[in-house]
């Protein structure tokens, strides 16, 4: 399941709600992606998420299609929020279940790979010095790469 | 034609989204993207350096040489930096 | 932190407690491993978690400061339960949080796969057939080898 | 010395914990076992295949050939298979 929202989400709800009475379900990864006050190297106030509705959700769904065919998950979840955030909010969550619990690592940090370089969103950055759109950074397409699997 | 602009592409051509009939020499992304830029202005700082511009059509990533059609919705943004 | 407890616990709370006001956190990666009702090839109806009092403690805590040490962690969580649980349950929490996402993830599979291979804790299932102890596999001793630094 | 047996090894020698006091001889834990061994019955049974046999001195894993000093805690158990 996805979802794109400008509201807060609670970590315990989505869990529950998405794996209570699974009991095939053997372990369960997530990730939550927060916002820090110390973005590239400098003092972050708040911050604002841009996205592309329509081609947003149209990517997670494709995403985790991908990683449903590629790990025998029990479940999934993507929540990603937009809008403007501050230092500590929540932003983005992935929740992965399955009987193995390799899968359920492997499958989370493919989906958090794969959303850092290809679901269309952009974040802006306030700090005391100015406002500034972030850039992509290299770290995160070479994470994603390896998920690759024509290599 | 749908154009759309994310991000630093929407600020600097002063544009979220537009319609638009380019001219019939216009048939990839990259050929789309020289007309633009004729437009001069924001549209030319905008697409100063490709490297930082991704495109999408129908909501799908392409590459410069895409072919365009009638209708499609094309989209201009910087690299993605959610999650 | 590291709590070994018969009681059940509460995934979104823990979150909270361990992360909340922390903004220079900017990843938080958990691991809930639960009691699948199809264990090592049988239908299980329950099983019993028995451990070793004072070793698992000192166990956990050396587990957790290794990944402290190896990984910019801002703060962890293990929380291990033991007694008799059943297909559905909660059995173990690790929570790992780091301004770095790829920390976050990394150090939360490295605490369960020591956990797998260290902690003293003995799993016993109850099935239809009868009563029986768990026995260690050797995918958890290669997913533990791999953290392994002399290799 | 104080013993302690764990899962099967607790069910085999029928003892969770025990106070003992091997003879001088006994040097390591694999003398320990071998002393052990000796008393016959669960034991005998408990220790036939030391490959799934894990020994904790004083909390800490340890090899077969550990030397034991007087006051230590032994544990004997299986491989574990918490998590």
């Known amino acids: ?151 | 034609m749908k154009l759309l602009y994310f991000a630093w592409l929407r600020e600097k051509t002063g544009v979220a989204n537009e319609d638009a009939s380019p001219p019939e020499h216009v048939i990839t992304v990259a050929d789309l993207i020289q007309w633009l830029v004729q437009r001069g202005g924001g549209y030319k700082t905008a697409f100063s350096d490709l490297s930082v511009v991704r495109v999408a059509v129908n909501q799908e990533y392409v590459a410069l040489d895409h072919a365009l059609a009638a209708g499609d919705e094309v989209a201009f943004f910087p690299p993605v930096t959610g999650g």
Chains 1, 3 share one sequence.
């Not at chain 1, 494709?62 to 029990?74: G, H, M, N, T, V």
């Not at chain 1, 993507?78 to 809008?83: A, D, K, S, T």
């Not at chain 1, 500590?88 to 958090?112: K, N, P």
């Open chain 1, 1 to 151: 399941m996805i979802r794109v929202q400008q509201e807060d989400f609670n970590i315990g709800q989505e869990i529950d709600a998405l794996t209570s009475g699974n009991t095939a379900i053997g372990g369960i990864c997530t990730f939550t992606g927060t916002v820090r006050d110390m973005g590239s190297d400098r003092q972050v106030t708040a911050m604002t998420l841009e996205h592309y509705p329509g081609m947003t959700e149209k990517a997670l769904a494709e995403i985790e299609a991908e990683a449903a065919a590629r790990w025998p998950l029990s479940a999934s979840l993507i929540v990603h929020r937009y809008g403007r955030l501050q230092p500590g909010d929540r932003i983005v969550l992935v929740i992965t279940a399955s009987a193995h619990r390799q899968a359920a690592f492997d499958a989370c940090q493919f989906l958090m790979d794969w959303l850092k370089t290809k679901a269309p969103f952009w974040k802006k950055e306030e700090a005391e010095d100015g406002i500034q759109w972030v850039e992509a950074r290299d770290s995160d397409d070479d994470a994603a790469a390896r998920w690759k699997t024509d290599k």
